[in-house]
């Protein structure tokens, strides 16, 4: 059974660096073909994709938040980092990561964690 | 503004067959394979289809997803209210490089 649980600060201060771990078991980040993502959801609005690394280390970002993201792996802790710089009140949403079993779909997803931004 | 473009909302009475559709362009859905998911209130997504029309183990098979050229539509028959969610389409960009959702569908059983 794949599980994957997201961890982090709840509130961030605006200009600050906002630190997400995902940790997972039941699938390994070395085999092939197998990958990680990151998603969130502001209040009441759609999803929207953040960033993706691969078994290879291969690591995209979505365009417009590309100079704010780092994605990295702990294969020996079974877990994912992501960090935004310069977080603002508009990132204030639920911070998903989910299992990219080939490339090609999200499954499944962790429970999501809510981080706020608020000075 | 998302690149792949959902109706808001859909609605439709018990027994029913709805259909939400999810239209996007030559370099994504014309091209890659789409998924939706489905998203109730509070909790995370979840795989509905995946592969245009693959279902994963445990979803009814009142779900069906196809592809006509860059657009894409998630069927639900026998409508039920349980099925009342928000359905998300999904897929890869090619010009973008990146993995674009559609807007969203609020799907209400009358």
């Known amino acids: 059974q794949i599980t994957l649980k997201e961890s982090g600060p709840t509130l961030v201060r605006p200009t600050q660096t906002l630190t997400l771990t995902c940790t997972f078991s039941g699938f390994s980040l070395t085999t092939s073909g197998v990958g990680v993502g990151w998603i969130r959801q502001p209040p009441g609005k759609a999803l929207e994709w953040l960033a993706l690394?691969?078994?290879?280390?291969?690591?995209r970002y979505s365009p417009s938040l590309k100079s704010r993201l780092t994605i990295t792996k702990d294969t020996s802790k079974n877990q994912v980092v992501l960090t935004m710089t310069s977080m603002d009140l508009v990132d204030t949403g639920t911070y998903y990561c989910a299992h990219r079993p080939s490339y090609d779909w999200f499954d499944p997803w962790g429970q999501g964690t809510l981080v706020t931004v608020s000075s | 503004q998302s690149v792949l473009t959902q109706p808001p909302s859909a609605s439709g009475t018990p027994g029913q067959r709805v259909t939400i559709s999810c239209s996007g362009s030559s370099s994504n859905i014309g091209t890659n394979t789409v998924n939706w998911y489905q998203q109730f209130p509070g909790t995370a997504p979840k795989l509905l289809i995946y592969n245009y029309s693959q279902r994963p183990s445990g979803v009814p098979d009142r779900f069906s997803g196809s592809k006509s050229g860059t657009s894409a539509s998630l069927a639900i028959s026998g409508l039920q209210s349980e099925d009342e969610a928000d359905y998300y389409c999904e897929t890869w960009d090619d010009t973008l490089n990146a993995v674009v959702f559609g807007g969203g569908t609020k799907l209400t059983v009358l």
């Open positions: 690394i691969y078994w290879d280390d291969d690591k």
